[in-house]
């Protein structure tokens, strides 16, 4: 069974910065894709940001210039680093991986809340 972890989510001021962490127990090239969703209180999870096995990040226009997905495959690991950070950035993080040979699965990680204060 896949385990997603997510970790480094917290409160910080509008402006500030944050980077989460998303650790895997199986290797990052076994997944098709990689990414992150976030979910606001009252809202839907929304997509945030995409990072394939192979092919193009790709960022959520309310994100895009402030957020970089990264992924360290020696440590099976996936980033987030969010820059410039507004108070609609608030909610709770998700990982997320896909692997779809054999039929689509989807992994989740228990999420990671972030707090942006004005």
């Known amino acids: 069974q896949v385990q997603l972890v997510e970790s480094g989510g917290g409160l910080v001021q509008a402006g500030g910065s944050l980077r989460l962490s998303c650790a895997a127990s199986?290797?990052?090239?076994?997944?098709?894709?990689m990414g992150w969703y976030r979910q606001a209180p009252g809202n839907q999870r929304e997509w945030v940001a995409t990072?394939?096995?192979?092919?193009?990040?790709n960022y959520a226009d309310s994100v895009k210039g402030r957020f970089a997905i990264s992924r360290d495959n020696a440590k099976n690991t996936v980033y987030l680093q969010m820059n410039s950070l507004k108070p609609e950035d608030t909610g709770v993080y998700y990982c997320?991986?896909?692997?779809?040979?054999?039929?689509?699965?989807?992994?989740w990680g228990q999420g990671t809340q972030v707090t942006v204060s004005s």
């Open positions: 997320n991986a896909v692997r779809m040979v054999g039929g689509l699965r989807n992994y």
């Open positions: 199986a290797s990052v090239f076994s997944f098709d894709t």
């Open positions: 990072i394939p096995s192979g092919g193009r990040i």
